[in-house]
């Protein structure tokens, strides 16, 4: 069973930058579809990027152009790096690995917790 451990999580003002890092533990994964999705407690989850095996890539709107979701199989990470960052960035990021494909098809949805990370806090002060 795959497993995530995220990374590069902290604290920012708005404006600044961080990288977020998720270390994949099978080589497998390298086929899968992965992303990342935010939580802020008493909020709805809400996914914020998407690659596939292809490494053909999808973003939220509230992202856009201030994310970038990228992937190296040969050090099974996956990254998010994040510019330009505002204070309703602020929340738990998690990534998700996906072998059914479903987070990579446009709305989203996550695989069960089992294929979820543990979480890196995004804080983001104005």
């Known amino acids: 069973q795959v497993q995530l451990v995220e990374s590069g999580g902290g604290s920012v003002q708005a404006g600044g930058s961080l990288r977020l890092s998720c270390a994949v533990s099978e080589y497998t994964a390298s086929s899968y579809c992965m992303g990342w999705f935010r939580q802020v407690p008493g909020k709805q989850r809400e996914g914020v990027a998407a690659i596939d095996s292809d490494d053909s890539t999808s973003y939220a709107n509230s992202v856009k152009g201030r994310f970038t979701i990228s992937r190296d199989n040969a050090k099974r990470t996956l990254y998010l790096q994040m510019n330009s960052l505002k204070p309703e960035d602020t929340a738990m990021y998690y990534c998700?690995?996906?072998?059914?494909?479903?987070?990579?098809?446009?709305?989203?949805?996550?695989?069960?917790?089992?294929?979820w990370g543990q979480g890196a806090q995004v804080t983001v002060s104005s």
């Open positions: 998700v690995a996906d072998p059914w494909g479903v987070y990579c098809s446009g709305d989203y949805l996550p695989p069960p917790p089992d294929y």
